[in-house]
């Protein structure tokens, strides 16, 4: 049976990772208010720690709201630079690190 013709592979799908990290870190805190008020009853029946668990996911989602925004602006950054070496470089027209350029 003769194999089909690979395709090349489509490009990454951009996401707002910073807009569902900030989501997901809502939603641990607001879980956390929600199981304050009944710690007690919780405790009682052997799940005082949900309320801290749930801190915690908002505390160590506050620091993955750093990373992506850290991830976010250095890729703006990375795309930036690449456009304006585009620029400088006539256009688009050649390559500055390509074969042409490293047989000097």
Not at 30 to 49: E, I, K
Not at 65 to 92: K, M, N, Q, V
């Amino acid at each position: 049976m003769p194999k089909t013709p690979l395709h090349p592979s489509p490009p990454p799908l951009e996401a707002n990772d910073v807009a569902i990290v900030g989501g997901g870190t809502v939603l641990w805190f607001v879980a956390f208010l929600a199981l304050l008020p009944f710690q007690g009853t919780l405790s009682d029946h052997g799940h005082g720690s949900w309320p801290w668990i749930c801190l915690s996911g908002g505390l160590l989602g506050l620091i993955g709201l750093w990373y992506c925004r850290a991830r976010r602006d250095a890729i703006a950054r990375s795309r930036a630079a690449e456009a304006a070496l585009r620029e400088t470089d006539g256009g688009g027209t050649g390559d500055a690190t390509g074969p042409a350029a490293q047989s000097d």
